[in-house]
């Protein structure tokens, strides 16, 4: 496809504000092709010579000058092989780095600030009084506890107790009802604890390794996401297209380093070292997969509505795009504290970028031919941060926290956390 198309390539690239060595690129793609030329025609020249060896055995002619003829030709095309295999493995290297092209409707723009509102979803709640911050709130209620967790194990890690660690395990269930038994999700317990490939299938790696955790001694990494084990089910599988769309959820604990946010949400829940999440995953057709980005990002969507959680949509602009995405809406829930939206999913069509990665294609029905499918997933939600939208947009003045009337239910018919 780059060399196909180079210029609408290079161009998606550049949207990104990204800069890439394509002259690279086209060294490296030039030195392959002609060494793939070189490789044929000494093979084809082998075979020739090893089927007039094999005539003149049948035929009981002397074959020891065909025979030491073959050596040298053997010992180059070796050598030749192993050239190819270093260019393959070079281009592959180079390729693994480009990002995703960006869809043709993703805004222009370099950051988030040039990020596109889409919808508005309620009304910030009217507090009479200075909104506290979530981590005040939980420590006053006595349900977070980051200093301990600190002593336990570092910063950005908390301890839930109590009503608060109700409130998070509630706030799992409800996702998770929602997703399987209203919108149609195969629920699924993946490993925490996957292999390179699997990394490397959903974009993770090479490119992010520093913002992973990978176990000593082992080629193994912790999950920053339950994108990447959902993904990856139906790796190197070919499915049948009435089998689609495949839609899988998970809860899974979630691991990132954070490396480069040194600074940022330094205290609280919104940027951790391990955190909960549920995530949705739908597996599709090229035809369907932005109807099926819609779908999946109003399935995220009607659990902040049902517990009443004042949010926004945004469209992310091309230089904001993550590296594997093709197109993102960002769902931001308002936190009263910071006067400012925060964002509590991304829901994300990333076309065949994935899939070509995890190598997972589909054949139509009485079709012979397979095609790569089309990845689209997003958190149903960041559950730690959907508990700092309710500390925060439900707190009361006296300290206390209303349970939205949904979630109490799942709480016991707790209808508020109090002192």
């Known amino acids: 496809m780059v060399r196909e198309q180079f210029d609408t390539v290079k161009a998606a690239v550049e949207r990104r504000g990204l800069s890439i060595d394509w002259n690279e690129w ?12 070189a490789v044929d025609e000494l093979r084809r020249e082998r075979n020739q010579r090893s089927e007039e060896i094999a005539r003149c055995k049948a035929q009981g002619v002397p074959t020891n000058e065909h025979i030491e003829r073959l050596k040298p030709l053997g010992e180059v095309l070796q050598a030749r092989e192993a050239e190819l295999r270093e260019v393959e493995d070079a281009l592959q290297r180079f390729l693994l780095q480009v990002p995703n092209l960006p869809h043709a409707s993703v805004p222009v723009g370099s950051g988030a600030a ?32 980051f200093a301990r967790a600190a002593v336990m194990t570092g910063s950005r890690f908390a301890i839930y107790r109590g009503a608060g660690a109700r409130l998070e395990r509630a706030l799992m269930n409800i996702m998770l009802d929602m997703a399987t038994l209203e919108h149609g999700y195969v629920e699924v317990q993946p490993p925490v604890l996957v292999n390179r490939r699997s990394m490397m299938g959903t974009g993770q790696l090479p490119k992010f390794e520093e913002d992973l955790f990978r176990l000593h001694g082992e080629d193994y990494f912790l999950i920053p996401t339950a994108e990447v084990p959902l993904t990856n089910l139906h790796r190197d599988e070919i499915l049948s297209e009435s089998d689609l769309p495949r839609c899988y959820v998970a809860w899974t604990p979630c691991f990132r380093r954070e490396a480069g946010s ?4 330094v205290r609280g829940l919104i940027r951790q070292h391990q955190f909960n999440k549920v995530e949705l ?18 399935h995220a969507e009607a659990v902040l509505r049902r517990l009443q959680l004042h949010y926004r949509v945004v469209e992310l602009c091309a230089g904001d795009l993550g590296f594997s995405a093709a197109k993102t809406y960002d769902l931001e829930v308002w936190v009263p504290s910071q006067g400012q ?19 997972i294609r589909y054949r139509s029905a ?20 959907t508990v700092v939208a309710i500390l925060e947009q439900y707190q009361e003045k006296d300290g206390s926290v209303a349970i939205p009337e949904a979630l109490r239910p799942y709480m016991g018919g707790m209808e508020r956390i109090k002192n």
């Open 26 to 37: 086209s060294r490296l793609d030039r030195d392959r092709l002609a060494l793939v030329a």
């Open 114 to 145: 040039e990020n596109q509102p889409v919808r508005v979803w309620g009304e910030p709640p009217q507090l009479d009084f200075e909104p506290r911050p979530h981590w005040e709130v939980g420590e006053r209620l006595g349900i977070l506890d």
């Open 262 to 265: 040194y600074g940022k949400d």
């Open 341 to 359: 939206y925060r964002e509590i999913s991304s829901c994300t069509n990333f076309e065949d970028f994935q899939a070509r990665r995890c190598n």
């Open 366 to 385: 009485g079709g012979k031919a397979t095609k790569f499918l089309h990845t689209i997933n997003g958190s149903g939600l960041a559950v730690g941060r």
């Open 281 to 298: 995953v739908r597996l599709t057709t090229p035809d369907r997969s932005y109807e099926e980005l819609e779908l999946l990002t109003g």
